[in-house]
């Protein structure tokens, strides 16, 4: 939702971002995997219980996640594979928010969690809807379909992390929010597949 109204406007946003890394050399592959790496630190800082540090490193994630398709355009260098590279580790870079969070309520809660091991279930819940959303947008297009409809994207389940890290005690708020609206933006996307497959 919030990709499709900013898009243009973030683009030329990091035009100039793009060209001036592009100009360093570095290639937008090599940026999309070095994303993955600050991203295990995001993981490493969950699972040390250091939230708030893990909150910030996941902005710097972000941001990368962002710049590599800058340096792409920039240079001239937009590929298939590159958005398939892209699109592969953003799934792996999800996991690797989630997962740590599972871990942290699951298996080394402290006294204040000890009655919310729930939250564990409700991450792992949550990290395979978010794949699920992501997967049914891919496999429509993949089809011939459109489907660039829905309430939650990657865009905002980055947003809603970031703030649930940084202001932990929102963390299971968080997850129960962006569990339910990734349910309903997979709802959205298989009847707008299906209301296509209809019309055809």
């Known amino acids: 939702m919030l990709n499709a109204k900013i898009r243009g406007i973030w683009d030329r946003g990091m035009k100039p971002v793009g060209g001036f890394v592009g100009r360093s050399g570095i290639t937008p592959n090599q940026i999309t995997i070095f994303g993955v790496v600050v991203q295990a630190v995001v993981s490493y800082l969950i699972v040390i219980d250091r939230l708030v540090a893990a909150g910030f490193v996941l902005i710097a994630a972000a941001l990368l996640d962002t710049v590599d398709g800058a340096v792409a355009k920039a240079r001239g260098l937009t590929t298939k ?9 953003d799934r792996l870079s999800d996991a690797l ?15 204040e969690r000890a009655d919310q091991q729930w ?7 949550t990290l395979v809807l978010s794949l699920l959303v992501s997967y049914a ?6 089809l011939g379909f459109d489907c660039n409809v829905g309430l939650i994207e990657r865009a905002e389940r980055l947003i809603i992390m970031i703030l649930a890290l940084v202001f932990n005690a ?3 708020a968080a997850l129960v929010v962006l569990a339910l ?10 009847a707008h597949v299906r209301k296509q497959a209809g019309a055809g």
Do not use: M, N
Request: glycine content about 4%; hydrophobic content about 60%.
């Open 97 to 111: 928010v989630f997962l740590p969070i599972a871990w942290l309520y699951l298996a080394d809660p402290t006294p």
């Open 81 to 89: 594979f590159g958005a398939f590279l892209d699109s592969t580790l």
């Open 181 to 190: 609206a990734s349910l309903v933006t997979l709802v959205q996307r298989i």
């Open 119 to 125: 939250v564990a279930a409700l991450a792992l819940v």
């Open 170 to 172: 929102l963390l299971p």
């Open 137 to 142: 947008k891919a496999r429509a297009e993949g």
